[in-house]
């Protein structure tokens, strides 16, 4: 059952911005912790965004000052604000909820599908 839904990746020249967003379903009450991934072919998967539940963020030192991680409440979507996009920025970006609260209780690690996002020179 899919819990998490991305959307928002796509093709974009270098230099330009692309916003992420990742949907979670209503069986999760509310997103504790959410943080953003990301895997380019032949390599790890990296974690590029994290956001505590108190709202303070990290970001790999590769994206900082051009990424930014936000989520809104009331919609249970957490966002991943993408600016001056370069070439190596090109992976699967995944959304991961490492705590929610549940319908039935607290929930742990939920992952998204994955969307691309393909940054040209």
């Known amino acids: 059952q899919v819990q998490l839904v991305e959307s928002g990746g796509g093709l974009v020249q270098a230099g330009g911005s692309l916003r992420l967003s990742c949907a979670a379903s209503r069986r999760i009450v509310s997103i504790i912790t959410m943080g953003w991934y990301r895997q380019a072919p032949g390599k790890r998967r990296e974690l590029v965004a994290l956001?505590?539940?108190?709202?303070?963020?990290n970001y790999a030192d590769s994206v900082k000052d051009r990424f930014a991680i936000s989520r809104d409440n009331a919609k249970n979507t957490g966002y991943l604000q993408m600016n001056s996009l370069k070439p190596e920025d090109t992976a699967v970006y995944y959304c991961?909820?490492?705590?929610?609260?549940?319908?039935?209780?607290?929930?742990?690690?939920?992952w998204g599908q994955g969307t691309q996002v393909t940054v040209s020179s």
């Open positions: 956001m505590s539940g108190d709202g303070s963020a």
């Open positions: 991961n909820v490492p705590r929610a609260v549940t319908i039935t209780g607290y929930g742990y690690d939920y």
